[in-house]
Structure formats: structure tokens, C-alpha cells
């Protein structure tokens, strides 16, 4: 079956509630849309991300996803390359960090928050305390060795930011040598704006989600990523997501067809030039960034019902 030809399947799915989560697409033309995962088992997938994680499952025509605010997580089948690519971690921000750790520790997940966060911050059952910027963090590795981070933001009365047992989008991680060049690439991609930035990672913002993508080199990370180096040892360079449990990221883009035209005329070459999936009347297309990050644009995800 051809990429376009899943896709069409894939899409056909989607036309239920679940489609609706994309909230943010309303505040502009460019969003943050999905991750489509390479995965072993859908089945443990669907439990991880839907039992575990508490998302909403949906039935894409022959395969599978799970719906969260903000963002879809689509399952092919497949087993993923095991290596570091560009695209180091998946966010969410959640409200009842304890308990969600809880339940995943007695769903047999590996936590791995004091190996995966910078020494600086405590740790104590399994989540750290990042007091500095409000917020408590946890990471957990799932099927396939996809990792997760969970965080829970505080407002200054240290209250949760989320509503109450809601889990959405926070953001997407890139890791990079020359992370400045990569977020200066998606700034001229899609139009994302300058968002937080620190000491230890750089962040854009999009509509309606802010800091929403996240670039950082592997031993300058907020948290140490995967593969992060020893101090004597060389940092490796992060792979492609092609073929990883991340295969690509999707963006939802209004006028896609337009905007596929204006990244032509900016130098961008495409993968897969703009088209329409009339079955469902959905464009896409796609793009890989220079450093092998697969990116699938889309046109009409948000507005299904």
C-alpha cells in the first residue's frame, strides 16, 4: 500500500469527536498536529497511550491512534530502528502528576526521571522538582522505548495550571549540535515565533501553544536526553526519525496548498508535493528539516467532526 494510500485510510478514521481536539488550530494557521509512531505492538501501544496515558482511542481505518488536547498519536505497524534522532521525547502537560506516576509504575513502565533529569533537580518518587520554573516532572519509558515526559505547571499560588485529569500537548523536544540553525529553520518554516528561552534549551511558539517546540543539544538540555554523553565522551549526532518509534511529526496548516508553494519559493523542497485525499477532503504533504526530521503537513485534521 502507498504512503498516500494509508494515509487516505488513515484519515477516513479520524471523522468522529475524537478529531476535535485540535483546539488550538482555531488561534492560527500553523499548529502542532500529531506524532505517527512505529510500533512493535499496537495493541501495548493502545495501552500505554490509552490505558496508562488516558487518551482517547480511534480507529484509523486499518490502524490505530489515541486523541489528546492538542495532538494525535497515530500506530503503524512496524518494529522501529532503536537509535537517537532528532526528535528526543514526547511532552504532555498534565494535572495529578502523582497519580498518574502511580498508576504507571503498577502498569509495570519504567520510570526514569532521576536518570533523565539534570542532576541538579530532587527527585522523590519518582518525579523532580523543577521549583525554579513552577513545575514537577516525570519521565517514563514506553513500548518500543518511546519516551515520555509529563509535566505538571504550578501558577505562582502553586496550583495546577491544567484542568483536573486532563493530559495535552506541552511540546516537542528537537536535539541538535547546531540547535540555533534548527530553530532558526522552523521559525522560516512555519512562521513559529521566539518563545522562552534559557541557558539550557531555546523554544518557539505557535498559536495558541507556547514554547510548543523545544531545541536544546544533547549535553545543553533542560534534562538530560537520551544518549546523553558521559562529560569525556563525544555527544552523539542525532539520526533521522525515519524508521524510529518517532517516524514523523505532523503540523496542521491552514491553506496548505498556498503554504506549500511559499516553502517552495523560501528554498524548501518537499518530500511529497501538496495533494488531496478526496475520500476525506484532506490535503497533505511532506517535508523532511535538514537534520533527517520527517514532517508530514496537513489540511483539514482540525476540522473533522
Known sequence: MSMIAALALAFFGLASPAAAQLV????GPVVFGHYHLRVTSTDAHQKFWGGALGGRA??????????????????QQGPPE?????????????????AIVQRLRAGGYALTTR???NRMYRVEDDIADVTGERMSVAFVTGPDGVKVELIERRNAAREPVAPAHQMGLDHVHFTAQDFTAMKQWYMNATGATIGNQTYLYKSLDLPGLPSVLQFSRLERAA????????????????????GSVV?????EVKGLEAFSREMETKGITLDVPYRRVPAVGIGVAFVSDPWGTYIELTDGLAALP
Open 58 to 75: 480511534m480507529t484509523l481505518g486499518p490502524s490505530q491512534g489515541i486523541a489528546f488536547p492538542n495532538v494525535f498519536v497515530l500506530l
Open 24 to 27: 488550538a488550530a482555531k488561534e
Open 247 to 251: 517516524d514523523h511529526i505532523g503540523f
Open 82 to 98: 532503536q537509535k537517537t534522532t532528532t526528535v528526543d521525547h514526547i511532552a504532555f502537560q498534565v494535572s495529578g502528576l502523582p
Open 115 to 117: 536518570a533523565d533529569v
Open 223 to 242: 534534562f538530560e536526553l537520551t544518549g546523553s554523553p558521559g562529560p569525556n565522551s563525544s555527544p552523539p549526532v542525532p539520526a533521522g526519525t525515519r
